[in-house]
């Protein structure tokens, strides 16, 4: 079952502020409040999902490719069409299992769980170690706006001069359909949305400014599997067909990569959410600072990262199975630093994209470290 969202009376009481100062419980406290089994990851149940999501995508597979060019044309676009959205939402699923990995959350071997990463992260084009390690980044600097690694919101002063041309209904439909189809991918190549640095940052650079002179190696491994599962498309694209290959495997692709960017730009943008500079930011006030999100029935398909990320950040290594007993177990802890806003998904879309276009310090606040999302150009 999913957590319920804290209130869905009015979208006043889910735009209210979320306290910013520092919370009157630890880390500790937090963690005695969960059930201690929930830290424990099982090898079995972890791949338990790994199987099932696998068979669910292969019965995909096997009902497109054996029945779909049976159907006269206009059957056969409609069940392609579902069939790309249903093996896009449990690829997400697979992606999900992969990025457990990455938090060694999947078991309590550390080789295990980048070997399972490393497979099915390159088998969606993800490079594993890459991004493993700055995600890593983003949890250790969550909603601070000089170290976090990705949906880092701008200053008023740094927004782009296209910014006020943009700012219209037209402007925000073309920015949200950029931003879930080719996002991931500027992500990646250019570290679009992602943190400053002093000189160009490719998540595929083992020598660029987002890796460690000891992480080196594993970056070339990530760009090793990515050589190979590119390799075995263009020799399936040859044995098959381009439009086979994009069919069966690339729009399916598209739909995962936009799934991964909306869930995290929703987890992280919100009116109610405040970033911190230096001067204010610590561990546990940006660890609080994310959104716990309802997606109805995809909350299962995607494992529970919708909706209990708030959980996910202040303990990256538990495993998704067991989230929603502790985010349950939390909640009465954290009280209003708890998150939780169940708008409809496309509802607050529109909405963040209409309200989240920059960041700025109140006046009236004697703390001038605090920033909140402001729409106004």
């Given at each position: 079952m999913s957590v319920?969202?804290?209130?869905?009376?009015?979208?006043?009481?889910?735009?209210?502020?979320?306290?910013?100062?520092?919370?009157?419980?630890?880390?500790?406290?937090?963690?005695?409040?969960?059930?201690?089994?929930?830290?424990?990851r099982s090898i079995l149940r972890s791949f338990s999902y790994v199987v099932?999501?696998?068979?669910?995508?292969?019965?995909?597979?096997?009902?497109?490719?054996?029945?779909?060019h049976r159907l006269p044309p206009p059957l056969s676009a409609l069940a392609w069409t579902l069939y790309w959205i249903c093996q896009g939402c449990v690829l997400t699923g697979v992606w999900v299992v992969a990025h457990e990995c990455g938090h060694h959350a999947f078991s309590d071997y550390q080789w295990l769980d980048d070997t399972v990463g490393l497979v099915l992260h390159s088998a969606l084009l993800v490079p594993y170690f890459s991004w493993k390690y700055s995600h890593r980044r983003h949890h250790s600097n969550t909603a601070s706006l000089d170290r976090d690694e990705v949906f880092v919101p701008k200053l008023k002063s740094k927004i782009g001069w296209y910014a006020k041309y943009l700012n219209n209904p037209p402007g925000r439909i073309l920015t949200v359909l950029l931003t879930l189809t080719i996002g991931w991918p500027l992500y990646l190549m250019f570290n679009v949305s992602g943190r400053e640095y002093d000189r160009f940052a490719c998540h595929y650079d083992p020598y660029g400014p987002i890796y460690s002179d000891r992480e080196r190696l594993q970056i070339f491994l990530s760009d090793a599997g990515l050589v190979a599962v590119t390799y075995g498309l263009y020799h399936l694209a040859t044995l098959k067909g381009l439009y086979w290959v994009l069919c069966v495997y690339g729009v399916p692709l598209l739909i995962v990569n936009g799934f991964l960017v909306l869930i995290t730009w929703l987890q992280h943008t919100h009116p109610a959410l405040p970033h911190y500079d230096s001067s204010e930011w610590d561990w546990l006030r940006g660890a609080l600072s994310t959104m716990d999100r309802d997606y109805g029935i995809l909350n299962r398909v995607f494992h529970n990262i919708t909706d209990t990320h708030v959980a996910h950040h202040l303990f990256?290594?538990?495993?998704?199975?067991?989230?929603?007993?502790?985010?349950?177990?939390?909640?009465?802890?954290?009280?209003?630093?708890?998150?939780?806003?169940?708008?409809?998904?496309?509802?607050?879309?529109?909405?963040?994209a209409?309200?989240?276009?920059?960041?700025?310090?109140?006046?009236s606040e004697q703390g001038k470290g605090v920033f909140w999302y402001k729409n106004k150009l």
């Open positions: 319920p969202p804290a209130s869905k009376n009015s979208d006043r009481h889910v735009l209210r502020r979320m306290p910013h100062s520092k919370p009157p419980f630890t880390l500790g406290q937090i963690k005695k409040a969960i059930p201690p089994h929930c830290f424990n099932y999501d696998l068979l669910i995508a292969s019965l995909f597979y096997y009902l497109a490719t054996t029945y779909i990256s290594t538990m495993p998704h199975y067991h989230a929603m007993e502790a985010t349950k177990a939390i909640r009465p802890i954290l009280g209003e630093y708890y998150q939780s806003d169940g708008t409809p998904v496309l509802k607050a879309i529109w909405r963040e209409k309200e989240c276009i920059y960041v700025e310090a109140d006046e």
